[in-house]
């Protein structure tokens, strides 16, 4: 799947916000906020429910590479989420 494609699917479904579970939480990581290498992906399936959690890193930046964003993708799709949450920005490490 192109980047942009990708990316813009992500936007899509985070845009429509919380709409209950199952959820997942997509956050990144960095050294900078300008580069972020590393990403969590967490999945609840319910409220109250543990969370479970998938890493990936990146030797450039994880929102630019389409092999991740495409990952993201493919793991929303097969959790069957219904909210898909996005934390702004690049937490710094």
């Not at 942009?4 to 960095?30: E, N, T």
């Amino acid at each position: 799947m192109h980047i942009d494609k990708a990316k813009k699917r992500i936007a899509k479904l985070v845009k429509a916000g919380f709409k209950g579970y199952p959820k997942i939480a997509v956050m990144y990581f960095g050294k900078s906020a300008d580069c972020a290498t590393e990403v969590a992906v967490q999945f609840t399936l319910e409220e109250g429910a543990e969370m479970m959690e998938e890493r990936f890193s990146s030797e450039t930046d994880a929102r630019e590479s389409e092999v991740i964003q495409t990952a993201l993708v493919k793991i929303i799709e097969r959790a069957n989420a219904t909210s898909v949450i996005e934390v702004a920005g690049v937490t710094i490490l």
